[in-house]
């Protein structure tokens, strides 16, 4: 027997102990009451060989009747077996309630009506027969005979129903027919009436629902036959499509502007955010929504209005109109009360012009989109990345078109392997060097069946047939170490880097934070590069290079002037810190600083930050700023007071007013453009309103009642992210054996 086949063998071992470990593991939480019935009936035997005593087969074993089964689908098993009645001691464990004598002839009917009497007369006269509508109506609507279990509590009725078949029995009958066709037939009118406070109240309840849901919920899905009968039922009215669209929506929609507009006017300075600029897909001309939001010094963030984009690059003066048209709406003739703009896209003029044009202003791109750039920057500069990709290409064009490799993958799963049947790979039209998310789906794929494609490649009759397809160069590639350790080396970095834009997109970091992050990300690539003997100089002159592209002064002068960064010296005082900027990175803070403020005032500033480089802050109040406290749900380290750092400025340090009227406006600034997520449907259901001036009217107050809505609860997530972790989070039968195997350790 050859080395191959003698793995092969082994694994399957592994896989059916691993299979009936799972099975015993869900036996027993069912007979606790943590799953399916039939499991009480059902337990899992291992089949082993005669000579060997491995492991080779698991079966269910019925403990009523002893027959043996397969152990694939367990409550399949059940069905075909229990429930059907195929298991002859399982059905005498029930007591059916639908068996009914034959009816008497028409001879007797008189003597069974006296002997009835008779019986009746002598048992205790306090003793109640069980009404005819006892039975459940429900059990005649099924074409299978209803049966309860034998452990059910015994019925209420104290002797069993028997039907005489005479005239008497006419009427509950009818009664009983009666009662089918109204269960059969809902439309009819409403079965418990609510009074019309309660319709109110719930009607209420039902149109915020469906504001908030705005995108998800579509219009038509309102017009629905079996939903308008569920609105019949419970005293609704029928159609609620113009009921939603009309004096309702526009009470909804003055209710949300008024209160945003009052927390802007409230606010002494404001920041814009936009989203969506960015394309984000493979295929060109797609349509997307871009949002603005504003954010405002208490770290709240309120809604300002939507608007679609079509095709997949909008020109610079374009994007600067919009931006100023927005700002100016928002804040009249008041235009400094916007202390700056921060978009996703990257680079652009407009965001440039408009600061040069308004001195106070700081226009900033996001940091999500500067590490996702980065990860651009590696697969066109750093040969690695592109030498992998090719070579998984090859790969997994090859598993996906050759019909017996496949059929071996299927064989692997079968044997309880979590595998993917084909590899997934960036389409013929998509560059990955703009798009990387196929580039890393690929490796995902490869890397979770490295073992099985060493496996299929060591095995005799694959090798024939990947000779018959040209395979050849794709086997030794498979079987090199070097290729694989490259695959993860790339695989690695590039989650890494997304890891750390994840994290952005949910901390949503102030403009302060910007050069900690990127020095954070130094370190992390530089021990990559130790760790996979990968050169550092290349990979540290593209990384340079994405942060002189992304850098702003912004960044260094946020960081001088918060005091979450001041340094303990030697005199323990806490003094800000210059050490860690570059003599380029000293002069943009002077630069800065003068440019926030008017010309009187630039002298007064420079020597108000030369005396906080000095003296620094009071020990006290920079402990207090800088004091963490861990996060209950991610056990990560944040700080306690995300406004301290403001609020020191406002308070602590007033006799540096200038210095400190430049530093509450820079502090507060998000470093990131993020907004509220939305699916695609939504984007599609907006944009498809066309040149409908009422149509888009509607959409535009849908949406932002919508958005306000989601603020408020801070839900900043979409739909199907939603969908996707509660799919994730709701076990069936099959989902709990998988998460059984998964924690079985293997032999």
């Not at 560059?431 to 490295?450: E, G, N, T, V, Y």
Request: charged share 25%.
């Amino acid at each position: 027997m050859s080395n191959a086949s003698t793995s092969t063998e082994d694994a399957a071992a592994k896989a059916a102990s691993k299979r009936y470990e799972g099975l015993v593991a869900v036996r027993s939480k069912a007979v606790q009451g943590k799953g399916a019935w039939y499991w009480a009936h059902l337990e899992p035997i291992l089949i082993r060989e005669n000579e060997t005593k491995s492991p080779k087969a698991v079966k269910l074993k019925c403990t009523l009747c002893d027959a043996a089964f397969s152990a694939s689908n367990p409550s399949r098993t059940a069905t075909e077996h229990l429930k059907k009645g195929t298991c002859p001691n399982f059905s005498s464990m029930l007591n059916p309630l639908t068996q009914l004598p034959p009816l008497a002839s028409p001879s007797s009917r008189k003597n069974n009506r006296k002997r009835c009497l008779q019986s009746q007369q002598s048992n205790d006269a306090s003793l109640d027969v069980c009404p005819l509508n006892m039975v459940d109506p429900s059990r005649f609507l099924s074409n299978e005979v209803s049966f309860l279990p034998a452990q059910a509590p015994p019925p209420l009725c104290l002797k069993p129903l028997l039907l005489s078949g005479g005239r008497e029995d006419y009427g509950p009958l009818a009664r009983l027919e009666s009662s089918v066709k109204k269960l059969k037939s809902p439309s009819g009118s409403p079965i418990s009436a609510l009074s019309k406070n309660q319709v109110k109240k719930a009607f209420d309840v039902l149109a915020d629902w469906f504001y908030e849901s705005c995108g998800v919920v579509s219009l038509s899905s309102l017009e629905h036959p079996k939903f308008r009968a569920f609105l019949n039922q419970v005293g609704f009215p029928a159609s609620l499509k113009m009921e939603f669209l009309s004096s309702r929506l526009e009470s909804k929609f003055e209710g949300a502007r008024m209160e945003s507009e009052a927390r802007i006017s409230d606010a002494a300075f404001f920041q814009v955010a936009c989203d969506g600029w960015k394309a984000r897909s493979c295929g060109v001309g797609s349509q997307r929504l871009v949002k603005f939001t504003v954010n405002l010094p208490n770290r709240t963030t309120v809604f300002q209005k939507a608007m679609c984009v079509d095709g997949a690059a909008v020109p610079s003066q374009y994007a600067e109109e919009v931006l100023w048209e927005t700002i100016q709406g928002i804040c009249g003739d008041n235009v400094q009360r916007c202390a700056g703009i921060i978009s996703d896209k990257y680079k652009a003029k407009a965001l440039r012009n408009l600061e040069l044009q308004n001195h106070w202003m700081i226009n900033l791109s996001c940091q999500v989109q500067g590490f996702f750039s980065l990860i651009k920057d590696l697969y066109r500069e750093l040969p690695l990345f592109k030498t992998v990709s090719d070579n998984c290409i090859k790969i997994a064009s090859l598993i996906n078109s050759t019909p017996h490799i496949r059929n071996s993958f299927h064989k692997f799963r079968l044997q309880g392997l979590d595998i993917a049947g084909f590899v997934r790979v960036p389409p013929p039209k998509c560059d990955i060097a703009k798009i990387w998310s196929p580039f890393i789906a690929m490796l995902d794929d490869l890397l979770s069946c490295s073992r099985i494609l060493n496996l299929i490649v060591s095995d005799d009759s694959c090798k024939v047939g990947l000779l018959d397809v040209s395979g050849g160069e794709v086997a030794e590639l498979i079987q090199d170490v070097g290729f694989w350790r490259h695959v993860e080396a790339s695989h690695s970095l590039v989650k890494t880097i997304v890891a750390m834009a994840e994290d952005i997109e949910a901390e949503r970091p102030s403009v302060g934070q910007c050069l900690p992050l990127w020095e954070e990300l130094r370190t992390k690539i530089k021990d990559w590069c130790s760790k996979y003997g990968i050169a550092e100089g290349p990979v540290e002159k593209i990384l340079e290079r994405r942060f002189r592209k992304v850098y702003h002064p912004a960044w260094s002068a946020a960081f001088i002037l918060d005091p979450l960064y001041l340094v303990r010296d030697a005199s323990g005082k806490y003094l800000p810190p210059f050490k860690c900027l570059t003599h380029e990175q000293e002069k943009d803070v002077d630069k800065l600083v003068t440019r926030l403020v008017s010309r009187d005032e630039a002298h007064i500033a420079l020597m108000e930050l030369m005396k906080w480089r000095s003296e620094g802050l009071d020990p006290l109040y920079a402990q207090a700023v800088q004091v963490r406290q861990q996060d209950p749900v991610t056990g990560k380290l944040k700080i306690a007071n995300p406004q301290g750092s403001r609020l020191v400025w406002e308070t602590c340090l007033k006799d540096l007013k200038i210095l400190g009227k430049v530093a509450v406006r820079l502090l507060f600034l998000h470093a990131t453009s993020c907004g509220i997520k939305h699916d695609s449907s939504f984007t599609r259901w907006f944009c498809g309103q066309g040149n409908s001036s009422s149509g888009l009217e509607r959409a535009q107050k849908l949406v932002f009642v919508a958005a306000h809505a989601k603020l408020e609860r801070q839900d900043y997530s979409s739909a199907e992210e939603k969908d996707a972790e509660l799919f994730g989070s709701i076990y069936g039968e099959d989902d709990m054996l998988n998460e059984v195997l998964a924690d079985t350790p293997s032999a």
